[in-house]
């Protein structure tokens, strides 16, 4: 059996050429269609010397031309590298340098930068989103005119090379190596994520006779790992990926009418948040709906409430994980109470232990590290310090730990308490940054919160948080700092709080915690 990623897509094709494979704004194109384009851009970009092992840059919003890109450089055994476009000339001068890239396909807005920052490389695409820059190299129009579109590739390897970059909140992007056949089982569907249970065969998501395609709603960034397998996922099983070219929280819930939405993908409280109260402001249809899955962020108690109440017929889930391992455990979101909880409760895949401070496994209510074991990546790209941080061994079993603190509980479940560079000891306590902002944000004048740990000569660290409140709210910092106290305890409550106009995040809803430490460090006098 060979899991490829371009092998598993090139099933879907053959048994589902007439579907709407993706759907972007008011674009759509069919799996045919699709696989005609990506074997195009494939054979250009053959023609230019890349192949096997080679590393192509997508510089690129959300689009249908970036998904075709992935798949045609999938295609030839090529390594796809996921460049921010947000990145400014430094950061791309960084990572073109790191990921060594050979190719490029950017969006043609972007070519100012590009120009600035490349000097040498076999091909450079530049792919429409209608600016009227110049580009360097080739347009996506011309590259695709001179490519054939026949699928005349040579035999692909489940052992071929997936490469993804973290996004970077608190320090310069890595890139996390996997085994196409390993990334597909923990993030692409090669297992059931609800029983644990491995498919049979790499046929098995392609051979869905009888069943309804789904329509699922993408709405992360395609530079994101959350996004890209959410899509590749749904192209490897013939349903139907839909994309915003922009987030918009309205857009998305005229985007759900428009195409019968059923499934929405997210990112914590950044996009949940927003989409949630926008429904409860606007006027939408939501009945297509069956299931919003939330992950790699913080999604709070009280905003789960919020969707359980306005939307009761929807299944609500939230799930764990990370560049490093992938898919680590699901929780499906039931009720909660006024208070805080520590973090996301799931029941853990069947690979998914957590590690004490010994390197054992922990037994209930012990704080240790979240780890997954089965098919694990390959080690970040270049650092083989890293790598040996990353890969250890726990009675015999080889396990990928990223750095994310967990507890397993009584029941079998496992709480996620965040990650452990961002945990703050204050006077000997820790205090998990999620749980304080958990508090805060279910305050009602509250939209969004950051804590993070301030220098300080008593504690050593201090708990201070970033406040955006909602808008017209006059939010009273006494009565917030009750709130919270009746919540967690006094010593997690923040000593600082700043008000700010907007929490800063990356593009993907992530926490901005280069930009919140600036920011104390600038005011921390005030």
Request: aromatic letters at 8%.
């Amino acid at each position: 059996m060979a899991a490829n990623i371009a092998d598993l897509f090139e099933h879907a094709v053959d048994a589902f050429g007439d579907r709407v494979a993706v759907a972007c704004g008011e674009r759509e194109t069919t799996y045919a269609e699709l696989e005609e384009t990506a074997n195009r851009l494939a054979h250009f970009l053959q023609s230019r010397g890349v192949g096997k092992g080679a590393h192509v840059g997508l510089y690129a919003g959300n689009s249908i031309e970036a998904v075709v890109a992935m798949i045609a450089v999938y295609k030839l055994r090529a390594v796809v590298v996921n460049v921010n476009y947000r990145y400014v000339e430094n950061e791309l001068q960084y990572l073109f340098d790191d990921a060594g890239l050979v190719a490029l396909i950017h969006d043609r807005g972007f070519s100012p930068r590009v120009t600035a920052v490349v000097s040498d490389m076999r091909a450079i695409v530049a792919l429409p989103d209608g600016s009227a820059s110049d580009f360097p190299d080739i347009s996506y129009e011309e590259a695709l005119s001179a490519g054939s579109s026949k699928r005349d590739f040579e035999e692909r390897s489940g052992d071929d090379v997936y490469l993804l970059y973290t996004g970077g909140t608190t320090g310069y992007p890595k890139g996390v190596i996997w085994r196409h056949e390993d990334v597909w089982r923990v993030l692409g569907g090669g297992i059931d994520f609800m029983t644990g249970v491995p498919l049979d065969d790499e046929w098995a998501q392609s051979t869905r006779a009888g069943m309804p395609p789904m329509t699922r709603f993408c709405l992360a960034p395609l530079i994101h790992g959350n996004a890209q397998w959410a899509a590749l996922a749904a192209l490897f099983a013939g349903d139907t990926v839909v994309f915003l070219p922009h987030f918009d929280a309205d857009e998305v819930w005229r985007t759900i009418e428009r195409r019968k939405i059923n499934v929405v993908v997210l990112i914590g409280d950044a996009m949940a948040r927003p989409i949630i109260e926008a429904y409860l402001a606007g006027d939408y249809d939501g009945s297509s709906l069956v299931a919003v899955s939330s992950s790699a962020a913080l999604f709070s108690p009280s905003v789960k409430r919020q969707y359980l109440r306005a939307l009761p017929d929807v299944m609500v889930t939230d799930a764990v994980g990370s560049s490093e391992t992938g898919f680590a455990g699901i929780g499906i979101v039931a009720e909660v109470d006024g208070g805080a909880v520590d973090g996301p409760r799931v029941m853990p895949g069947p690979d998914t232990i957590v590690i004490d401070e010994h390197g054992r496994r922990a037994g209930p209510g012990v704080i240790g590290r979240l780890a997954r074991g089965g098919h694990v990546p390959l080690g970040y790209y270049k650092d083989p310090e890293k790598t040996a941080a990353l890969l250890t061994e726990v009675d015999g079993v080889r396990y990928a730990i990223p750095g994310d603190l967990a507890r397993l509980e009584d029941d079998g479940t496992i709480t996620l308490l965040g990650r452990g560079n961002t945990c703050i000891n204050t006077g000997g306590e820790k205090v998990f940054p999620e749980e304080v902002e958990g508090a805060l944000k279910a305050h009602p004048d509250v939209f969004d919160a950051l804590v993070i740990g301030a220098a300080d000569d008593r504690l050593g660290q201090r708990v201070v948080a970033l406040v955006q409140s909602r808008p017209g709210a006059a939010l009273d910092l006494g009565e917030l700092d009750t709130h919270v106290r009746q919540r967690i305890a006094g010593y997690k409550a923040p000593r600082g709080v700043w008000l700010v106009d907007r929490i800063n995040r990356t593009i993907s809803g992530k926490a901005d915690y280069r930009w919140a430490h600036s920011y104390v460090k600038e005011h921390d006098a005030d």
